[in-house]
């Protein structure tokens, strides 16, 4: 199942799309459609007809009918430097050091992975919203990933692609300055859909692509697949809801191994497309904030 959602006149409609495309509305939230399907392959609802997802995909909104994040999140939170590629990049910069090296070498080879809190649903946008870059940044990078939602107790319901948007030159310039780089307004993009687990057989074979378009040309691409990941999902997980209560729907996002160079940063006009295999694509706008 495909679980997607859209805005029509202001109001939330939520939809799931089969494995035949009927496309049905849901009777409930979205999140206990998640739990009820994960359960026994159920779907309270009915089949609906005028909407065309595909048009909906392309164009973001038809009509009076606008699509939207999948669900509103309680909590996001991220894990990072789950890939080789990750370590490298980072560390190539003027970091932090513990003992001789950078602190992404370091949590690389650790024990515990890198666990932080990454959004709120108000600061979350889907497809066809608008991610942002923070006004007093610089260089800020779109961090494609694999995300994966979830109940309280850890299991997954669903997969999706997530951008978690970083202003990377605050990250370098003090580890402490984490939440700042990571937590603001439109600083995370995930849709255009939730994809059950039925769906994908193997997230450890997924071929990630990020495109960052400019004056509608390629500015950056770069690709990778997830059985490059060092750090499983699983784990990730168990790190995450260890003496952590999360609510059902809460999600995580899993790591990059993209990471464009200081040159290729977002500017005002981008836009950033990033597609998961078996998943689909995410197409969001880049705005720059203005200093109040």
């Not at 679980?3 to 109001?11: D, E, I, P």
């Not at 402490?176 to 997230?203: M, R, W």
């Not at 899993?254 to 295999?277: C, H, M, Q, Y």
Request: proline share 6%; net charge negative; with cysteine.
């Amino acid at each position: 199942m495909k679980l997607f959602r859209v805005v029509k006149r202001g109001y939330y409609i939520s939809y799931a799309i089969l494995e035949n495309n009927t496309i049905i509305r849901l009777d409930e939230d979205p999140i206990r459609a998640l739990i009820r399907y994960s359960e026994n392959k159920e779907v309270l609802g009915d089949r609906v007809t005028g909407i065309d997802y595909e048009s909906l995909l392309k164009n973001f909104q038809v009509n009076d009918v606008r699509i939207t994040k999948p669900i509103e999140p309680p909590e996001v939170w991220g894990s990072g430097i789950s890939y080789e590629m990750a370590r490298e990049r980072y560390s190539e910069e003027n970091v932090a050091k513990i003992l001789g090296k950078t602190i992404y070498e370091t949590v690389y080879d650790a024990v515990r992975p890198e666990i932080f809190f990454k959004a709120t649903p108000n600061r979350c946008v889907g497809h066809g919203e608008a991610i942002a870059v923070r006004s007093d940044s610089e260089w800020t990078l779109p961090e494609p990933e694999l995300a994966v939602v979830l109940d309280s107790n850890g299991k997954i319901l669903g997969y999706t692609i997530m951008d978690d948007v970083s202003a990377r030159d605050l990250e370098a310039e003090n580890p402490l300055y984490l939440p700042q780089s990571k937590i603001y307004a439109g600083c995370c993009a995930f849709g255009p859909v939730i994809v059950t687990p039925d769906e994908i057989k193997n997230p450890y074979s997924l071929d990630i692509t990020l495109r960052i378009m400019r004056d509608n040309k390629v500015f950056f691409e770069g690709s990778v697949n997830t059985n490059k990941m060092r750090r499983k999902i699983e784990e990730q997980i168990q790190y995450l809801i260890r003496d952590n209560p999360i609510p059902d729907g809460t999600i995580l996002t899993t790591g990059t191994a993209i990471v464009p160079g200081r040159d290729k940063g977002l500017k005002d006009g981008d836009t950033v497309e990033i597609n998961i295999s078996n998943i689909g694509t995410l197409i969001t706008p880049v705005i720059k904030r203005v200093k109040k």
